[in-house]
């Protein structure tokens, strides 16, 4: 059996949808495999008057549809409490330490904590300064704060919600969340650069054109407008996801794989990012939001629920990102995220140079592809190279050809859930899958300028269908360079 991390989960917004829908069906895996077993309890707070009981049949809600051994569910959720809770209120503190107390001696928990944020980003100065003033910190075991996206909406908010943050907790005990760095085949990107050679070595502007990388989302913003109106796809997901992806795709080779080292190479990296200036913001990146599709079966955004008829809130990013360092300097990395578009997909895009020397006279030149090496990252997960060969027979004539692998349905079943894997590394006291304040505030910065410039003029929106692949303007930004989107469904 592995060794088991004891630890108490204090869950502020335990009665929330991200408690219920993603934190404990993680938690239940990990009792499942035993990383936590007998010496954990969980405290889900909120507002509402809930009994420990009707808690634990909400958890056991949260986990029909993963587990069918009632006894185990029972089990595990007899492990958690509730406690009425309004995080303003220093009294509820008071109550708070006290049961935290009693289940730290009940469960052996060696006054280890994890303080997570499932609460508006509001709410988080206010309840890292109450676990100071009212002591919940302890003496003897680890304190543990996790938050969630987003930190902040600019640099100026997210530098105070650090600072309001950091009176009460050190940088090494802050696990900011960001759940594409717990998927599995975005951890996978160092290794893949950095334990084979033959990737390894022609990672870099000799050898690379540029780069693709797309979120594509086919759902609408649904009945998440009253937040998403207010934050935007380059709030919501350049800032954060795309840049975490960049990061991993681009940060040079650390000494060691630790978390100091990765972090270090971040934000060297987040160093070198080329800023733009106000004025070259159109010419680099590019908005747009999904009106109804061609049926018009589907609402635009603006007719969505909480959300302002005439928005001007983008649903769309397309951006081309350059770094000023020695490796990619002169690459462009073209990044788009979006709603409603023909299909859910994460995806990497490398395209390589085409400057070799046709030596093959009999060959047409202009049929000579580039090699592209994709990254399939969700729903499938799996690799493609597109190469350049002969086509079968005696005509000695050129063929392209794709190398494909993709994990089975089989071993799909058994990746882990990204906030599972993130949860393990709580648990271990490793940073390296989360993000540092060094990185938020370089990529704030960058983001900042596009907003800024964003907000001061207004666009014809709404500017693509729903069901198409974005605007036409994000088509225009490769053609600029000669250059188109690899990835078109
Ligand atoms: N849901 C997701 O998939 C998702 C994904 C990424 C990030 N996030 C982030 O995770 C956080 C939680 O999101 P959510 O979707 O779970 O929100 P939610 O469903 O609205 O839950 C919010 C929770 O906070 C509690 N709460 C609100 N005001 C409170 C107060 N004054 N004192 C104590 N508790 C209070 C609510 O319960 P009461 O009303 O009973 O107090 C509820 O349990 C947010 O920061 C969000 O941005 C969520």
Same mark, same amino acid.
């Given at each position: ?59 056991? #809600? ?108 050190? #940088? ?49 913003? #649904? ?215 060094? #990185? ?50």
């Amino acid at each position: 059996m592995k060794q088991e991390n004891p630890a108490l989960f204090i869950i502020f917004g335990g009665s929330g949808d991200l408690a219920h829908r993603k934190l404990y069906p993680a938690l239940f895996n990990l009792y499942r495999n035993n990383y936590i077993n007998k010496k954990f309890a969980v405290i889900g707070t909120a507002r509402r008057d809930w009994s420990d009981d009707f808690f634990r049949d909400t958890v056991k #809600e949260s986990l029909k549809k993963f587990c069918e051994d009632e006894k185990m569910v029972q089990e595990f959720s007899s492990h958690f409490y509730y406690q009425s809770h309004d995080v303003n209120d220093s009294q509820h503190y008071i109550t708070l330490k006290k049961l935290a107390q009693s289940l730290n001696d009940k469960y052996e928990l060696e006054e280890n904590r994890v303080y997570y944020m499932a609460i508006a980003p509001s709410l988080f100065g206010t309840v890292a300064g109450h676990i100071k003033s009212e002591n919940l910190i302890t003496d003897n075991g680890f304190n543990r704060l996790v938050i969630e996206k987003p930190f902040g909406h600019d640099f100026k908010s997210a530098k105070k919600l650090n600072d309001e943050i950091s009176q009460t907790f050190d #940088e090494e005990q802050i696990y900011r969340i960001d759940h594409y760095l717990g998927k599995e085949m975005v951890q996978n990107i160092p290794v893949l650069r950095f334990n084979n050679p033959v990737f390894n070595t022609i990672w870099n502007k000799d050898y690379i054109s540029n780069v693709q990388i797309t979120l594509a989302e086919s759902l609408g913003v #649904e009945e998440r407008g009253g937040y998403y109106d207010g934050a935007g796809a380059l709030r919501d997901m350049v800032q954060n996801h795309v840049m975490q992806i960049l990061a991993q795709l681009t940060m040079e080779k650390p000494e060691e794989f630790t978390s100091q080292k990765v972090h270090q190479s971040k934000k060297e990296l987040f160093a070198s990012l080329k800023m733009l200036s106000s004025d070259e913001v159109d010419k680099n990146f590019v908005r747009g939001q999904y009106g109804v599709n061609l049926n018009q079966t589907q609402i635009s955004y603006r007719e969505g629920p909480n959300i302002n008829p005439e928005s001007q809130t983008e649903t769309y990013v397309a951006g081309k990102i350059m770094f000023d360092n020695d490796t990619f300097r002169g690459v462009p990395f073209y990044v788009r995220t979006g709603k409603r578009l023909p299909e859910k997909s994460t995806r990497i895009d490398i395209v390589f140079k085409k400057d070799i020397k046709n030596i093959f006279t009999s060959l047409n030149e202009s049929e000579i592809k580039e090699n592209i090496f994709s990254i399939i990252i969700e729903p499938d997960q799996g690799y493609e190279l597109l190469m350049n060969g002969t086509k079968v027979g005696m005509d000695f004539a050129t063929d392209t050809f794709s190398m494909n692998f993709k994990r089975s349905a089989k071993e799909l079943d058994k990746v882990p859930e990204a906030y599972e894997r993130l949860m393990v590394n709580i648990l271990d006291g490793d940073h390296t899958n989360f993000t540092h304040w060094d #990185e938020l505030s370089s990529t704030w910065k960058y983001i900042d300028v596009i907003r800024q410039k964003w907000d001061e003029e207004k666009e014809d929106f709404p500017n693509y269908r729903s069901g198409t692949f974005g605007p036409k303007k994000a088509d225009d930004l490769l053609a600029r360079d000669g250059n188109q989107w690899v990835f078109r469904g």
